[in-house]
């Protein structure tokens, strides 16, 4: 992402102070730089226009299938039965299966590419790549196209300079806005954050490499004109000059730190000097960009970024800071695990899937990590403990729980840096409990629902029950309340040891206990490393535990046997797991009304 460059440079000289005789041609004439200008200038609204369209139609499509959604939950309430929405659209099941829900090739999607112990990243969908290849295509066209290549080498060099230079700066725009946290594209198209992140790296490496072109562009014509002794001369005389490869070096760099293995190796630093590389590049760009129409675009483009982080900022504050503040309840669980219970200063209603950026500033001020929500509780839960005892807790108990939410909990799973750290705080204190002050930035996520589905199936390996958890909760409670469509649940959880069935104990007791519960809800357990077998003992027939890994063709093929209206499968766990879940979706699609969620944090 470059600077635009020295289109106003007068003619180079030598540094005897006559001119070059190594100029090659003729340079541009008023008139063609005129020409060029308005070229620049059109090529950056068809990028905007273009992308603004794309988003339009992905509105369309979800208004569309929010719609769908809407009416077949109103339809089914009270429709045991659901035949109708068990049987697929044919076209739409096509394009579920070859395109939404396809990864690139075969089935690896989640599963993460490793070379030894690098981590690679991953391979995006079929519909990610697609649309990534679009991207890049116009681009290349735009940075190309109307420029007289068969004119002279000064000519051409100064154009291309100037377009890749513009539409570096206009690229900066999307690319910023799908950074954030706050991305209004996120709820707008109901793309999760983890999504829009993919495609906010590739805008990165596209804006980057504009901005490499913009560079060589100027600094083949620079020496054309009077040699590397010019070139010298001006990268210590021009601002222009020095600031704009000063701002193309900083962009190099956040390329290469940015990494996927440097990113996964080292979060938490590749995460400072990602910030301290963007403050450096936008400050070198804009005395680059002094006086020039693309100093208008750089302008929106710090705008939105400062805003989005005041945003954060202004939440953070909010959420713990007052009050006596936000504190962080650390209880130490089996199997590298720690419950931490957050007592907010100024809870949110809480919706299933959503997740919180939390900071502990005794454990490190300047690290914040996501964590899934898994249980929330109002001080009506903690007066009244017959929910832990197991007596029965009714639809309308849970349901209420939306109303003046205090308490809210998650589970860490011991890892390295922070998480390290927390679990060490946590194992030093008496008993494995302690509280410490936090700071929490959040909700985010919360957009996946599954209450118009009739049969719902939810995998989860490991940790990342903490997600499915609430969605389990919602729908044994609305189903009590028959206020959605759902008729049959099916929890498949994976995990290592029965120890970890720890971590959520009380939540699931409490769900357990629930009202119209045997009816609705179903539990698999699979241990993968039972120490015996007399470890693996299932408790009744609604909640079973098995060892080994599960078949999950299998499990998906049962359900959909004798499905009941239409067919949800999320799932939340290990890349193989999730690829595996999907893969089984993919095959049933023209066969079964089946949708596929997933929830992934692979940033």
């Not at 001119?19 to 060029?36: I, L, R, V």
């Not at 590749?270 to 070198?284: A, E, G, K, P």
């Not at 990342?464 to 909760?473: E, K």
Request: net charge positive.
């Amino acid at each position: 992402m470059v600077p635009l460059a020295l289109a106003h440079l007068a003619t180079a000289q030598s540094p005897s102070g006559t001119k070059s005789s190594k100029q090659p041609g003729h340079q541009e004439t008023p008139a063609q730089k005129a020409a060029a200008a308005v070229d620049n200038t059109r090529f950056a609204r068809y990028t905007l226009t273009v992308l603004a369209g794309i988003v339009i139609l992905l509105a369309a499509f979800r208004l569309v299938i929010l719609s769908v959604r809407y009416i077949r939950t109103l339809t089914c309430l009270n429709n045991d039965t659901q035949r109708y929405f068990k049987m697929p659209n044919l076209a739409y099941g096509a394009v579920k299966q070859h395109l939404l829900y396809a990864p690139l090739f075969r089935r690896r999607h989640l599963r993460e590419l490793h070379f030894g112990w690098f981590h690679l990243g991953y391979i995006p969908t079929r519909f990610q790549s697609l649309f990534l290849t679009a991207v890049i295509l116009m681009n290349v066209s735009l940075s190309v196209s109307g420029i007289e290549w068969h004119g002279t080498r000064a000519a051409a060099l100064s154009h291309l300079r100037n377009r890749t230079g513009t539409l570096a700066v206009i690229n900066m725009i999307p690319l910023v806005i799908l950074a954030g946290r706050n991305n209004p594209l996120i709820g707008l198209l109901s793309i999760s954050f983890d999504n829009f992140n993919l495609v906010h790296r590739w805008f990165g490496r596209i804006v980057i490499l504009q901005a490499i072109a913009h560079s060589i562009a100027e600094m083949m014509n620079v020496i054309d004109r009077g040699g590397w002794a010019t070139m010298q001369l001006l990268f210590r005389k021009n601002d222009m000059f020095w600031t704009g490869l000063v701002a193309t070096a900083a962009f190099i760099a956040i390329l290469l730190q940015s990494s996927a293995a440097l990113r996964h190796a080292f979060y938490e630093a590749f995460l400072h000097v990602h910030i301290v590389l963007i403050v450096l590049s936008l400050v070198f760009l804009w005395k680059h960009l002094e006086n020039t129409l693309p100093q208008k675009y750089l302008l929106v483009v710090i705008f939105i970024w400062a805003a989005e982080r005041l945003i954060r900022l202004s939440n953070l504050l909010y959420r713990s800071v007052g009050r006596g503040g936000t504190k962080a309840e650390l209880e130490l669980l089996p199997g590298d695990a720690c419950r931490v219970t957050l007592k907010m200063a100024r809870p949110w209603v809480f919706r299933p899937g959503q997740y919180a950026f939390i900071t502990v500033p005794s454990v490190g001020l300047w690290t914040s990590h996501p964590f899934s929500i898994a249980w929330s509780n109002n001080s009506n839960d903690e007066k009244n403990p017959d929910a832990e005892k197991g007596y029965q807790v009714t639809a309308d108990d849970i349901l209420s729980s939306s109303q003046e939410k205090t308490s809210m909990s998650l589970i860490i799973r011991r890892r390295s840096g922070f998480t390290d750290k927390l679990f060490e705080k946590a194992e030093r204190s008496p008993a494995g409990i302690t509280t410490v002050s936090a700071l929490i930035e959040g909700p985010y996520g919360g957009l996946a629902s599954l209450q118009s589905y009739g049969t719902v199936m939810i995998f989860a390996g490991g940790v990342g029950i903490t997600h499915q958890v609430p969605f389990v909760r919602e729908l044994v409670a609305g189903f009590a309340s028959g206020t959605l469509a759902a008729r049959k649940v099916v929890l498949v959880w994976v995990i290592q040891s029965p120890e970890h069935l720890e971590w959520i104990r009380p939540w699931m007791t409490t769900i357990l206990a629930m009202d119209k519960r045997r009816d609705i809800l179903r539990i698999q357990l699979f241990v993968t490393r039972p120490r015996s077998t007399k470890e693996i003992h299932s408790p009744s027939a609604t909640v079973q535990m098995f060892p080994g890994k599960p078949n999950v063709d299998t499990l998906i093929e049962m359900e959909a046997e004798n499905q009941i209206g239409a067919m949800g499968v999320s799932v939340c766990g290990t890349g193989g797991l999730s690829d595996d879940v999907r893969a089984a979706v993919r095959r049933r699609q023209g066969v079964r009304n089946i949708d596929f969620l997933e929830q992934g944090f692979t940033w």
